[in-house]
């Protein structure tokens, strides 16, 4: 069996990126940039008035002050959207608005604050704003200047400055298409819940969970339904992924009598990589290619699904988008209660991580860690990781958690 890093590691090693697509500014939101953008203009494009005020002269009014104010001949107004037609010379001004371009021969705006706000002759009582408040041009960003690099996943900060720099339109990474696949005869769509009712069936909460964490993790979920347990109809089942990017099937690779999912998909000519990971839960995970697509073979197992996926596809996903930072964020936590674990093996256990009020991170467990107990997995918001050689941790000792999200640190107040 692999160790988990090694089982990344391959399973990451065999995935590629996406092809590129161009697709509107509006629509590039959490994708990642295929190529650098470089800006064609200056931000700003020219000097502008970063208050409403006057522009001036600041030898004219660096003196001012209210037992000595400055009285200045106003010669035109310039509103934002407008270009002014006069140069401020000795002993003139220019009411303005912020950012309207500063005219010819002024270096300072006064705010209209320290002023008597007048019309055709104004009184500058302060002059602390002699030589500032001036926005020069490409202050921001100068022409030629790459805005954002590739690899970049785009922010609504992002989005902003490709506007403000004429970007329409950017080239990304396309969506990976992930086909799942369930499988096994007591299983059915929520469609079919009469059966459940009934205690013939239980729900695929597998294809719907899939379907969630595709989706969360930035692919296209296409559900190729439940196959039952039988060899030729599972490889009918998986033709219908032609097209797809990513094959993810649930059970069926493990050592049971009806597990035949690796069976039929040798029928189909796949390569199998790997097919055991030393870890618990989601032992039985398998890696290879079906028809030149990759494909991940998770545990039938609800938490198994659930918790290789987040080991193993959520990565692999990330990485057909272009993302640069593949993996979840890992905390060290303090335990405030005790762990055992069972066999050397890496467990990853559903815990709930939270912050103390020092801001340190502290975690317990959701409860009972059977694979099969969805709401353990619901509860959490965190994977502890114990390592194989530390069957026994104590309450106060620090674990390592790989956080499910970043609301951690949340509160419902503004803390500063």
């Given at each position: 069996m692999l160790t988990v890093v090694q089982a990344s590691a391959a399973i990451l090693a065999d995935i590629g990126r996406q092809p590129t697509e161009r697709v509107s500014l509006l629509d590039s939101l959490g994708r990642v940039l295929a190529n650098p953008v470089a800006s064609p203009i200056s931000l700003p494009p020219w000097d502008n008035s970063a208050m409403d005020g006057y522009a001036v002269r600041g030898a004219d009014v660096e003196h001012a002050a209210s037992e000595h104010p400055v009285r200045l001949r106003v010669i035109e107004s310039v509103a934002a959207g407008a270009f002014p037609a006069l140069t401020v010379t000795a002993g003139s001004a220019t009411r303005i608005m912020t950012g309207a371009p500063v005219p010819g021969g002024a270096d300072t705006v006064i705010r209209v604050e320290d002023t008597d706000d007048g019309r055709e002759h104004v009184v500058i009582r302060d002059g602390r704003d002699a030589f500032r408040n001036v926005r020069p041009r490409g202050e921001d960003v100068r022409a030629g200047t790459v805005v954002c690099q590739s690899g970049t996943t785009v922010k609504p900060a992002d989005v902003g400055i490709l506007a403000a720099i004429g970007c329409a339109e950017v080239e990304v990474y396309r969506l990976p298409r992930v086909a799942i696949l369930g499988s096994g005869d007591e299983l059915v769509p929520i469609e079919q819940f009469e059966e459940v009712r009934a205690g013939r069936r239980i729900v695929s909460s597998n294809n719907y969970a899939l379907h969630a964490l595709v989706r969360a993790a930035g692919g296209i979920p296409i559900d190729l339904g439940i196959a039952p347990d039988d060899p030729a109809a599972l490889a009918d089942h998986v033709k219908r992924a032609d097209g797809c990017d990513l094959l993810l099937t649930t059970a069926g690779v493990s050592v049971g009598e009806f597990d035949y999912t690796r069976q039929a998909l040798e029928r189909l000519g796949a390569s199998m990589k790997f097919w055991k990971v030393r870890m618990r839960p989601g032992a039985p995970l398998a890696f290879g290619s079906v028809s030149g697509m990759p494909w991940i073979g998770l545990p039938?197992?609800?938490?198994?699904?659930?918790?290789?996926?987040?080991?193993?596809?959520?990565?692999?996903?990330?990485k057909m988008l272009g993302h640069q930072h593949l993996f979840r964020r890992t905390v060290p936590v303090i335990l405030e209660e005790s762990v055992v674990t069972g066999p050397r093996l890496t467990h990853f256990l559903r815990?709930?991580?939270?912050?103390?009020?020092?801001?340190?991170?502290?975690?317990?467990?959701?409860?009972?860690?059977?694979?099969?107990?969805?709401?353990?997995?619901?509860?959490?918001?965190?994977?502890?990781?114990?390592?194989?050689?530390?069957?026994?941790?104590?309450?106060?000792?620090?674990l390592n958690a790989l956080l499910l999200g970043d609301d951690i640190g949340a509160s419902e107040y503004l803390v500063l």
């Open positions: 039938g197992n609800p938490v198994s699904t659930m918790v290789t996926f987040e080991l193993f596809v959520r990565p692999a996903i990330r815990a709930v991580v939270h912050l103390d009020s020092d801001r340190v991170a502290r975690a317990r467990l959701t409860g009972p860690q059977g694979s099969s107990i969805l709401s353990s997995m619901s509860l959490a918001n965190a994977l502890l990781v114990v390592p194989e050689d530390q069957p026994r941790t104590e309450a106060g000792e620090t």
